[in-house]
Every structure is written in C-alpha cells, then in structure tokens.
C-alpha cells in the first residue's frame, strides 16, 4: 500500500516539469502527507490541463457517507477495473498525484522501520491516481486514490506492495482526455517500467501524521 508521502518541492519547478500554467492554489512544501489530507493532484479536461487539491481517500459519486475515503486511499491495479468502485474511473477519470518520495514501513521481529523511497533519476514524479467528484445540497468534494502493485524486486524486502509511479514519458497518456477500456487501464499499468529506486532509513517522528516537517526526511546514517 502507500500511506504516506512527501511533495517537497517548489512550486514553479512543479509548474514547469508538469506544464501548469496556472499557479497551484495554498500550494506548500509537504514533508508528511496522510490519508484525508488535500493532496496535489493534475487532471485534462481536454481543454486544460490544471493542478489542483484533491482529499486523499476516494469517496465514489454515488456514496452516502465520505468516511468511505478512509478505507479506500489505495486500489489494487491488478483489480480495480473489475470493481464498482473503480471500474469508471478507469475508464475515465484518472489523475496524477505529485510527489518527490513516499514512506514505507518494514518489520523487523517486533518493530517497524520507517524508510523514504524515491526515484533516483527524478525529483517530482507522479502516482498513477483516479479521481470522483462527490456531492450533496450541503457539500462537495473532489477525492482521489493511489493505485499499487506488486512490489518490485527492490521494494519487497520492505513491503509487499508499492505504488504505481509512472514514467516520465507516459504520463501524458494517462491522463489524456479519452475514454479507455477498464481493462485496457490495467493492461497499460501491467506494461510500466519501473524507475531505478532507493531507500533511505528515517527516524520514527515521521510515524505520527501530526508531525510535518524537514525532521520527516532526515536519513539515520
């Protein structure tokens, strides 16, 4: 899974590497980003493209109570074309989710080691993300979810599972501004490459989702 991730970076560089021409609204560096939290997310309505906050945690249009986004801040790409939940959005409403790193635990007997992840070749990159838009006659709300795999052979002898970071160069495709085949979603993430990653061990501060700042990412040498 994916539980918690960094977007440290500064907001012209994410404009430019992404395209935004359009200043991304309360943007700040984020050092701990958690489940439930607005999250940076870009989407293509096929006129614009345009970077805005997102609630991490998807709760489907058709939902009678958003406390569903808390279990559903992940889905399983291997399934999720197949799930009512998912199925549409899929085919539809997909997104990219910014970040410079992610965290993971590893168990260890009885305690669990907190790592950040990242890429080696890139500072921002992006989750494979889908999206809904939630709405009643007293609130709205736009909410995404991260979609995972199987962990590479890198990542599994920390977790099991790891988000889907898609490759610089296929990003655009993945949020173009066309209808796909549910199946065809899954096929095209089966088909990623996978960047080179690294590890870095950080201290259990980051454990707690109160705590925000540079402390998170301090590598234990």
């Keep these: 899974m994916c539980g918690r991730y960094t977007l440290t970076a500064q907001e012209d560089d994410i404009q430019r590497q992404f395209g935004l021409e359009v200043p991304i609204p309360e943007f700040e560096p984020r050092y701990n980003i958690a489940p439930g939290q607005k999250v ?11 970077g805005g906050f997102m609630y991490w945690g998807l709760v489907p249009s058709w939902a009678k109570d958003p ?3 808390y279990k559903m801040i992940n889905a399983r790409s291997e399934t999720a074309h197949e799930k009512p939940s998912f199925k549409n959005l899929m085919a539809a409403k997909r997104c ?4 410079d790193s992610f965290y993971e635990w590893k168990k260890e007997d009885k305690d669990k080691i907190p790592f950040r992840i990242m890429p080696k070749n ?7 993300g889908l999206w809904d838009h939630w709405k009643t006659q007293e609130e709205e709300r736009f909410t995404c979810t991260i979609l995972t795999k199987e962990a590479n052979e890198f990542m599994e002898d920390i977790h099991h599972r790891m988000p889907v970071i898609l490759p610089k160069e296929r990003q655009n495709h993945w949020i173009e501004p066309v209808q796909w085949q549910p199946g065809d979603a899954a096929q095209f993430i089966e088909q990623l490459t996978i960047d080179d990653l690294y590890a870095e061990q950080v201290s259990t501060y980051v454990n707690s989702a109160k705590n925000e700042g540079p402390e998170c990412i301090q590598p234990i040498t």
């Design 122 to 128: 890139r500072e921002v990159f992006a989750f494979a």
């Design 67 to 69: 406390k569903i986004g």
């Design 96 to 99: 990219l989710i910014l970040a």
């Design 40 to 50: 940076l997310a870009i989407i293509d309505d096929g006129k614009q493209r345009r």
